[in-house]
């Protein structure tokens, strides 16, 4: 949880968002349709009246005029959340970092939940990789110690199938942005020193010789 919405700060609201057209869900006169308890969608900041220099230097994609009510301006956060009975917002994932599989979206950030389950993930990351006209998702773990398979076969079983990363590469060191995130772009986890899923077995198998715990 990320908690509640400060007091004195702009009024924010989770928008229904529509994945499969990446756009906003509306209802039959245009207007955002405000999501439900515990439904993801898009979180928007409403701008109050001002100049039209002071928001010029923000991209026109991420401006909403008109969108709740005649005359209101929002500004489109990126970041898919959703609020649950007591108010509490709950980050879903960026939507740039959503993975678009087959079987519907998956949260970049909940593969990566499940991944930390396992202590020895001191850092990760889960990203999408094109298949045909879906995603798969890949991911790179760095660890605290040798790699254990059989510990983090267990960490993504609690995923659903479609969610379990299909490739998993141990890095020595993920990069990271200037705020300390891992950088989910520029990842090689096609290396050959990876890790692919085998669903028969439910475990993840080594592409290579490397030292394994055991």
Same mark, same amino acid.
């Given at each position: 949880s990320?908690?509640?919405?400060?007091?004195?700060s702009a009024e924010v609201a989770v928008a229904a968002?529509?994945? &499969?057209? &990446?756009?906003? &869900?509306r209802d039959a006169d245009g207007r955002l349709i405000r999501a439900r308890l515990d439904e993801p969608g898009m979180v928007v900041a409403r701008l109050a009246e001002r100049a039209a220099s002071e928001v010029a230097h923000i991209d026109p994609r991420r401006i909403l005029r008109d969108a709740f009510e005649p005359g209101d301006t929002w500004f489109v956060t990126d970041d898919l959340m959703k609020v649950d009975a007591v108010g509490d917002y709950w980050f879903v994932d960026r939507r740039v970092d959503m993975i678009h599989t087959a079987q519907g979206p998956v949260a970049s950030r909940r593969i990566e939940d499940a991944l930390?389950?396992?202590?020895?993930?001191a850092l990760?990351?889960?990203?999408?990789?094109?298949?045909?006209?879906? $995603? %798969?998702?890949?991911?790179? %773990? $760095? +660890? $605290?110690g040798a790699v254990d398979l059989d510990a983090l076969s267990a960490? *993504? &079983?609690? +995923?659903?199938?479609?969610?379990?990363p299909r490739r998993l590469r *141990? *890095?020595?060191? +993920?990069?990271?942005? =200037?705020?300390?995130?891992?950088?989910k772009h520029g990842l090689d986890v =096609?290396?050959?020193?990876?890790?692919?899923?085998d669903?028969?077995? $439910?475990?993840?198998v080594a592409t290579r010789g490397i030292k394994l715990v055991g």
């Open positions: 990320v908690g509640h919405p400060l007091p004195g968002w529509n994945d &499969a057209r &990446a756009d906003f &869900a930390y389950a396992y202590g020895g993930v990760c990351v889960a990203i999408g990789r094109a298949e045909g006209a879906h $995603q %798969v998702p890949i991911a790179a %773990v $760095q +660890l $605290q960490a *993504v &079983a609690a +995923l659903p199938e479609y969610a379990r *141990v *890095v020595e060191k +993920l990069a990271m942005t =200037d705020g300390f995130r891992p950088l =096609d290396a050959p020193d990876g890790f692919d899923w669903p028969h077995a $439910q475990h993840y």
